[in-house]
């Protein structure tokens, strides 16, 4: 007898804002800029997408590098501008010029871990400094009337676990909802993300929604987080770039438990191809195309054996010389045993990961 399925698939309300989808995309510097964010959109499932990280110093000041991360193709909403910083008075005109440039949401990270960005007192340090945070979060939400997120993890360490006082204090400060990395911020990335951390940030919680975050890289991930922690949706990051269509994936799971198959390599390199046409438009191509090395590498993890393919993309140029990579790799793939083919599969893990903006 089969076994029914409760949707988990659902619209979330934030303020007077509703999202179509309860599947949000983590933002990942230097990976996840418009031209990446429209491509997952077109492909569907996908509620809300967040700029890269925007230190509200550099905001106010009209740095160039910090309003080019502001920087958005026509299609690319709704979208939340990030937010760090560590001193609480310029979060209030960052979040204005926000607000004034027609975004749709503000939101505040307390998550990164990163150790510049922690050493100013900003990102992950403010889960240890609550006084600070508060002043933070409520010079924010005082200054705008689109609805403010708050993006954290569960705490500075196992000793300083935070994250289920804060919320119920930044719910009280008009905060419209939170989003939990499982992990505390001396973690980084390491270890396996703590479902129970972010269900015990659920429960405090009293009427606003909770995100959570870490490790969902299949719809079968997002349908484990829901279920055991409560969270109102999940947010993902590099699991992304593993399978784009993963938006599109897991809403259908959540919502009937069908489970699409994973894209095909041609359906992978078609979407790499379009990705940098975008990126080549929105930076020029010289730019463009030294950023996809790295953002090439990524979606090779979900190639099956790569490396030739890694080894080649390391070292492009233009447009013409990805083309070439591409259509050297076809030909390389072609050649293969079938046995070792296999798209699912990798043929070797990569040095390095990028990192959430958590």
């Not at 007898?1 to 949707?7: A, D, K, L, Q, Y």
């Not at 988990?8 to 179509?20: N, P, V, Y």
């Not at 700029?51 to 106010?60: A, H, P």
Request: a neutral charge; one cysteine or more.
């Amino acid at each position: 007898m089969p076994i029914e399925h409760t949707p988990c698939f659902s619209s979330i309300r934030l303020g007077d804002t509703e999202l179509t989808s309860n599947l949000l995309l983590a933002p990942m510097a230097g990976y996840t800029a418009s031209p990446f964010r429209v491509l997952l959109r077109r492909l569907g499932g996908l509620g809300l997408a967040s700029t890269e990280l925007v230190n509200t110093r550099s905001l106010v000041e009209e740095n160039p590098r910090a309003l080019k991360l502001l920087d958005r193709f026509i299609g690319d909403r709704p979208l939340a501008v990030q937010l760090f910083g560590g001193d609480p008075e310029y979060f209030k005109p960052a979040a204005q010029m926000v607000e004034s440039m027609g975004y749709e949401f503000v939101e505040i990270n307390m998550g990164c871990p990163v150790r510049k960005v922690c050493r100013v007192g900003a990102g992950a340090a403010l889960l240890a400094d609550v006084n600070r945070a508060t002043k933070i979060v409520q010079a924010t939400t005082s200054a705008v009337k689109i609805p403010v997120i708050v993006k954290m993890r569960l705490g500075w360490d196992k000793q300083c676990i935070t994250a289920p006082t804060l919320v119920r204090v930044f719910e009280d400060l008009g905060v419209k909802a939170v989003i939990v990395h499982g992990r505390t911020a001396d973690q980084g990335f390491s270890g396996t993300v703590d479902l129970d951390g972010i269900r015990q940030v659920v429960q405090a919680a009293r009427s606003i929604p909770v995100i959570g975050n870490g490790d969902v890289t299949t719809p079968q991930c997002a349908l484990e987080m829901i279920r055991r922690t409560g969270c109102t949706g999940v947010s993902i990051g590099r699991g992304a770039f593993y399978d784009p269509w993963i938006f599109k994936r897991t809403a259908l799971f959540l919502q009937t438990g069908e489970l699409l198959p994973e894209p095909s390599l041609e359906e992978r390199l078609r979407f790499m191809c379009e990705h940098l046409n975008l990126m080549i438009e929105f930076f020029g191509e010289a730019v463009a195309c030294r950023m996809f090395r790295k953002v090439a590498v990524l979606y090779s993890r979900g190639f099956g054996p790569a490396k030739f393919f890694r080894q080649r993309v390391s070292l492009i140029s233009t447009r013409a010389d990805f083309l070439a990579v591409v259509e050297e790799y076809r030909k390389w793939r072609d050649h293969q045993p079938p046995s070792d083919k296999n798209v699912s599969g990798d043929d070797s893990s990569l040095e390095s990961e990028p990192d959430e903006n958590f």
